[in-house]
C-alpha cells in the first residue's frame, strides 16, 4: 500500500489535491493538523462567484445559441412551401452573413466564437435548400462532406473546441452515409477507418495541449474525441468475439488498435496525467468485449437453461466489482496503489 509505482515520473505538485493525497501527506508528516485542514478546505470549497458567474455565461450563450439555431430550422420548415428559393437562400445567406460580421466586431471573443459556429451551422441549411431548390440529385454522404469543406477555414481560424468538433462529426457522418449508400454495408473497413481519424484528431489534440496551446487546456473535448474514437474500434472488437469465423482483417487490426489504445491510455493515466475518465473507458471496453466472449462460449451450444443465465450473472457482477476496485486504487493515487 506505501509502494510508489514505477511508471510515475511526473512532479507531485501536479496531482490533483483529493483528501486521499491530504491525509496521505499528514500521516507522513509533511502537513500539519492545520495545514491538513485548511487544505482539506480548499480541496472540496466550491467555486467563487465569478467562476459561477463565467460558466452561467458560457452555458447560457451556448444554449441561447442554439436556441436560435433551432428557430431558424424551424422557421423554414414551418414557411417552407410559401418561401420562394429565393427568399429561403436570400435569408440563410443574411444569416450567414450577420453571424460572421458579428464574429469579426467580436474578434476573439466567446461571443464572437459562438457567432462563427452559428454561421458555420447554417451553411449546412443553405447548402440543403440549394440542392432542393435545383435538383442537384446530390447524394446525403456528398453534402455533409461538402458542408464540412466550406467551413474549414472558419474552423481552422476559429480556435474554438465545438466548432472542430462539429467539423469532426460531419466528416463521420459524410462518411458514415457513404458506407450505406455506396459501399457494402458488412464492409467494415470504412468503420476502421472512422476510429483512426477520429484518433488521429484525439492524438493530436493532446500533442498540442502538452505544447502549450492555450485553447485546447480544456478536458471535455479529448474524452469526447477518445468515446468517437474508442467506440467504432470497440464495435468491430465485439463482433469479432461474437463471429470469429467470419471477421475479416479489419475486425482484427481494431481490436488491435483498441488493445494499444487501452494500454496507451493507462500509461498516459500514470505518467503524463491523472485521467480517470479514460480508465474508466478501458474498464468498460475490456469488460465489454470479455463478457462477449465469454457470453458466446456460454451460449453457443445446444445446452442452454436457467444457469447458464446465473453463470452470466455472477460473471457481470464480478466484473463490475473488478472493475469498480481497480478505478478505486487508481483514485487513490500511485501512494496508495
Known amino acids: 500500500m506505501g ?56 452555458g447560457l450563450m451556448g444554449f441561447g445559441s442554439l436556441l436560435v439555431l433551432s428557430g431558424v430550422i424551424y422557421f423554414f420548415a414551418y414557411n417552407w412551401a ?51 431548390a435545383y435538383q442537384t440529385g446530390a447524394d446525403p454522404y456528398g453534402l455533409f462532406l461538402g458542408w464540412s469543406a466550406l467551413i474549414l477555414p472558419w474552423v481552422a481560424l476559429a480556435r474554438f473546441g465545438p466548432l472542430w468538433l462539429l467539423l469532426l462529426l460531419l466528416v463521420n457522418t459524410g462518411l458514415s452515409l457513404y458506407r450505406v449508400q455506396v459501399l457494402d454495408r458488412e464492409d467494415a473497413t470504412l468503420i476502421l477507418m472512422l476510429g483512426m481519424v477520429n484518433g488521429a484528431a484525439w492524438l493530436t489534440h ?8 492555450d485553447w485546447l487546456r480544456g478536458r471535455w473535448l479529448p474524452r469526447v474525441l477518445a468515446v468517437m474514437t474508442v467506440l467504432p474500434l470497440l464495435g468491430l472488437g465485439t463482433y469479432l468475439m461474437v463471429e470469429p469465423q467470419t471477421s475479416d482483417i479489419s475486425e482484427y487490426v481494431a481490436l488491435g488498435l483498441l488493445l494499444l489504445i487501452m494500454a496507451a491510455t493507462y500509461v498516459f493515466h500514470r505518467r503524463v496525467r ?18 462477449t466472449w465469454l457470453g458466446r462460449i456460454i451460449f453457443d451450444s445446444d445446452n442452454v437453461h436457467a444457469g447458464s ?29
Open 82 to 132: 410559401a418561401l420562394h428559393r429565393f427568399g429561403k437562400m436570400g435569408l440563410l445567406m443574411a444569416a450567414i452573413a450577420g453571424a460572421c460580421l458579428a464574429a469579426w466586431r467580436m474578434k476573439e471573443g466567446l461571443a464572437g466564437q459562438f457567432a462563427l459556429l452559428f454561421a458555420a451551422v447554417l451553411v449546412g441549411p443553405l447548402l440543403a435548400v440549394y440542392g432542393q
Open 3 to 58: 509502494l510508489a509505482c514505477p511508471l510515475v515520473s511526473h512532479d507531485l505538485l501536479d496531482l490533483p489535491a483529493t483528501p486521499e493525497r491530504l491525509h496521505a501527506l499528514a500521516r507522513a508528516g509533511v502537513l500539519s493538523p492545520s495545514g491538513l485542514e485548511q487544505a482539506l478546505r480548499r480541496a472540496v470549497a466550491t467555486p467563487e462567484p465569478t467562476a459561477w458567474r463565467r460558466f452561467l455565461s458560457t
Open 274 to 291: 491523472p485521467e480517470l475518465f479514460l480508465l474508466t473507458l478501458d474498464a468498460v471496453s475490456g469488460m465489454t468485449l470479455v463478457t
Open 309 to 337: 443465465f446465473f453463470l452470466m450473472a455472477l460473471l457481470l457482477l464480478g466484473e463490475m466489482g473488478l472493475a469498480a476496485w481497480w478505478l478505486r486504487a487508481e483514485a487513490r493515487g500511485p501512494e496508495e496503489v
Open 206 to 213: 493532446e500533442i498540442l495541449a502538452r505544447r502549450g496551446v
